[in-house]
């Protein structure tokens, strides 16, 4: 058997192949990789939430490869963050982040989000073609994290650049270089604000520190972290959601009559087109049973919440788009103690940039034919390369 994950139609429809896979068994062992080796993968919602919460799954990386030979060379503060941690390590660092991305942080942030969103719609007009990806769903999350962490506008190409070669340049020499390249960026930025007396989210942290509860390699790579997540999946959710109401025209109309709605609808967009397919790698310390399947331990687990959000066990007619559905059960942000910490933050993102997009533009449509769209071939996010629409 092939490695399903690695099929050439499943980075265009990865839903016909999870699918597929669940209805055979919503746990099961895939071949991972081309060395033999094997993983399994979770595609079924209660299975999912399940292993999400399972102390008994890992997600410290660096135990698990330790000894086994490697061609890696991953930056320190890429290889060792708070996402490839287990508790108390992952306790700590989160405990010392969480206060800064809480709801009310966020609701003091949504004048400045309002305010980029406006800036890249400036000049905008009823008619013209843009391309939705680049010119909203990446600079939008990349400059309100910079501005976030004090990146130099100047920066900010180069550093997204980099951020993108990590998820999805497939090469693992490009990706390598890649983690050095923002590793060693984001501790030169981490010194130059140890130095420099500031309020911005690097003094924050470095404070934390201060107090005892990071210290200077936690900062660097918390920072790295909060660079990368904190644009790359809300890129795809705002993306996916587009491209979501462009498909369901009638959902579209309704969003731009009322759009007070579009808050209440960013579950059901995340659910339908989760911008993140397979959660970062976990492994089993122990043997457990999981969907009925015995995994051994010192095993690879792969939890799919794109796959989990259309289990017909959990949602009725899952490939349907329903705006009315109680999507809050969705796994799109993860669920447990590794939940996406920048969860609120990347909601008001979606949620400005929406309706921004939707009420100013009532003609918005695709571009070019649907079968025409190109998404990234990375199995971690689900994401479009270009969304080409007219205004």
Excluded at 5 to 22: A, G, H, I, N, V
């Amino acid at each position: 058997m092939n490695d399903p994950l690695r099929e050439p139609l499943f980075f265009q429809d990865p839903y016909s192949t999870y699918d597929r896979l669940r209805s055979a068994s919503p746990v099961q062992k895939i071949p991972a990789g081309s060395q033999g080796h094997h993983a399994y993968l979770v595609t079924g919602h209660s299975e999912a939430r399940q292993a999400f919460t399972d102390p008994r799954l890992s997600k410290d990386t660096a135990r698990f490869f330790a000894g086994r030979p490697s061609g890696r060379d991953l930056h320190p503060a890429v290889a060792r963050n708070m996402l490839a941690s287990d508790p108390p390590e992952h306790t700590r660092q989160r405990e010392a982040a969480a206060p800064l991305f809480t709801t009310g942080r966020v609701t003091h942030l949504r004048p400045y989000i309002e305010e980029v969103v406006d800036r890249l719609l400036e000049g905008w007009t009823a008619g013209a073609e843009v391309d939705l990806v680049k010119e909203l769903a990446v600079p939008l999350p990349v400059t309100v994290i910079c501005q976030l962490l004090g990146v130099p506008e100047s920066d900010r190409d180069m550093v997204s650049r980099w951020s993108n070669d990590l998820f999805d340049a497939g090469d693992p020499h490009t990706i390598d270089a890649a983690s050095h390249a923002i590793g060693e960026y984001m501790t030169d930025l981490v010194r130059a604000a140890r130095d420099t007396p500031g309020e911005g989210l690097l003094h924050s942290l470095l404070r934390r520190g201060e107090a005892g509860l990071l210290d200077q390699d936690d900062v660097t790579s918390l920072a790295v972290l909060l660079l990368v997540a904190g644009h790359e999946t809300t890129t795809h959710f705002i993306g996916n959601s587009v491209l979501a109401l462009l498909q369901h025209p009638s959902s579209l109309a309704r969003l731009q009559q009322d759009p007070g709605l579009v808050g209440r609808s960013l579950d059901e967009l995340l659910r339908y087109d989760s911008p993140v397919g397979i959660a970062t790698f976990r492994y089993s310390t122990q043997p457990l049973r999981l969907g009925g399947v015995e995994i051994p331990a010192g095993s690879a687990v792969l939890i799919a919440p794109g796959a989990a959000n259309r289990d017909p066990a959990s949602f009725a007619e899952p490939q349907r788009l329903d705006l009315d559905r109680d999507a809050g059960g969705h796994l799109a942000f993860g669920h447990g103690i590794h939940r996406c910490l920048g969860a609120p933050l990347a909601r008001a993102e979606a949620e400005i940039a929406l309706r921004a997009l939707i009420t100013r533009f009532p003609g918005l449509r695709l571009a070019i034919p649907e079968e025409q769209l190109e998404w990234r071939r990375t199995r971690l996010t689900r994401g479009l390369t270009s969304l080409p629409a007219v205004l």
